[in-house]
């Protein structure tokens, strides 16, 4: 099994910055891209970026010079980094990964609990 867990959510000022974590752990063998994804009330689950675990990126059109994503490894940890956050991001931010484990054959996707970022004066 694969346990993800989330970190780094909060409240913070228009045009503050937060960055969220994503910690892998478990019997994992390998872990190939690495999501993030946002859901605000009422609205869809939608993707926010995604990181290959050679390093390239997929950022959304919206949140593109804003919202960076990054990933360490050896600590099998996702990072986002928020910037200048606008009144349009507040939603529980989760973390995905696309990895198999020692016991299972198959790549899976394997989500964490979210993690809510709100934005407020």
């Known amino acids: 099994q694969v346990q993800l867990v989330e970190s780094g959510g909060g409240l913070v000022q228009p045009g503050g910055s937060l960055r969220l974590s994503c910690a892998a752990s478990g019997s994992i063998f390998r872990i190939n891209a690495m999501s993030w994804y946002r859901q605000a009330p009422g609205k869809q689950r939608e993707l926010v970026a995604s990181?290959?675990?050679?390093?390239?990126?997929t950022v959304q059109d919206s949140v593109k010079g804003r919202l960076n994503i990054f990933r360490d490894n050896a600590k099998k940890t996702v990072y986002l980094q928020m910037n200048s956050l606008k009144p349009e991001d507040p939603a529980v931010y989760y973390c995905?990964?696309?990895?198999?484990?020692?016991?299972?054959?198959?790549?899976?996707?394997?989500w964490g609990q979210g993690t809510q970022v709100t934005v407020s004066s």
């Open positions: 995905k990964v696309w990895a198999r484990t020692i016991t299972v054959g198959n790549f899976h996707d394997y």
């Open positions: 990181i290959t675990s050679l390093g390239s990126t």
